[in-house]
T-cell receptor, first 114, second 116 residues
Framework: AQKVTQAQTEISVVEKEDVTLDCVYE???????LFWYKQPPSGELVFLIRRNSFDEQNEISGRYSWNFQKSTSSFNFTITASQVVDSAVYFCALSGFGNEKLTFGTGTRLTIIP | GAVVSQHPSWVICKSGTSVKIECRSLDFQATTMFWYRQFPKQSLMLMATSNEGSKATYEQGVEKDKFLINHASLTLSTLTVTSAHPEDSSFYIC????????????FGAGTRLSVL
């Protein structure tokens, strides 16, 4: 069975601070995908990143960066110099290789205080 | 990525009526779509996998006669909540799976259903 844990239910930071959202996963699959999605107040889930289990390189995209550590089964997400528009619920998710079903974590509600 | 349109965005109905929600893939031929349900401040719960031209695959605990799914074309899947009751009030969201090596789901904007 697959499981994704996002222990941080809610986080609030002041604008321009850096913030890291934690994600820990469990799977018996040897190959799998990890994802992050953003859900702003409007409700739509916005795809942010997909990472293959065999690619442990960290990735940076603008103010966003992701740290994948297979040894600790973690896929953490850092926002640098946070902005008010970053306020949203962020979901980490996992799928098997060749299986498109997503297992979502419970989400982290991030509030950026102006 | 795929562009997904979901309609309506908000619907209010009386108890006992049926409600149809449409999910359209605007720029991608989707053989597989997914339907999720999300309660306030909770995660997404997969309800069913919608397969073009065949029956949907429902997750355990989801009543297939209650939540009818039709995926008649590569661009449209519909979810009908039959004989809706207040406990069916929720946020319903669909996704399109790009499949293959890409294996990414792109989501619609969701439908907020309120049953009075």
């Amino acid at each position: 069975a697959q499981k994704v844990t996002q222990a941080q239910t809610e986080i609030s930071v002041v604008e321009k601070e850096d913030v890291t959202l934690d994600c820990v996963y469990e799977t018996r699959d040897t190959t799998y995908y990890l994802f992050w999605y953003k859900q702003p107040p409007s409700g739509e889930l916005v795809f942010l990143i997909r990472r293959n289990s065999f690619d442990e390189q960290n990735e940076i995209s603008g103010r966003y960066s992701w740290n994948f550590q297979k040894s600790t089964s973690s896929f953490n997400f850092t926002i640098t110099a946070s902005q008010v528009v970053d306020s949203a619920v962020y979901f980490c998710a996992l799928s098997g290789f060749g299986n498109e079903k997503l297992t979502f974590g419970t989400g982290t509600r991030l509030t950026i205080i102006p | 990525g795929a562009v997904v349109s979901q309609h309506p965005s908000w619907v209010i109905c009386k108890s006992g009526t049926s409600v149809k929600i449409e999910c359209r893939s605007l720029d991608f031929q989707a053989t597989t779509m997914f339907w999720y349900r999300q309660f306030p401040k909770q995660s997404l719960m997969l309800m069913a996998t919608s397969n073009e031209g065949s029956k949907a695959t429902y997750e355990q605990g989801v009543e297939k006669d209650k939540f009818l799914i039709n995926h008649a074309s590569l661009t449209l899947s519909t979810l009908t909540v039959t004989s809706a009751h207040p406990e069916d009030s929720s946020f319903y969201i669909c996704s399109v799976a790009t499949g293959g090596a890409k294996n990414i789901q792109y989501f619609g904007a969701g439908t907020r259903l309120s049953v009075l």
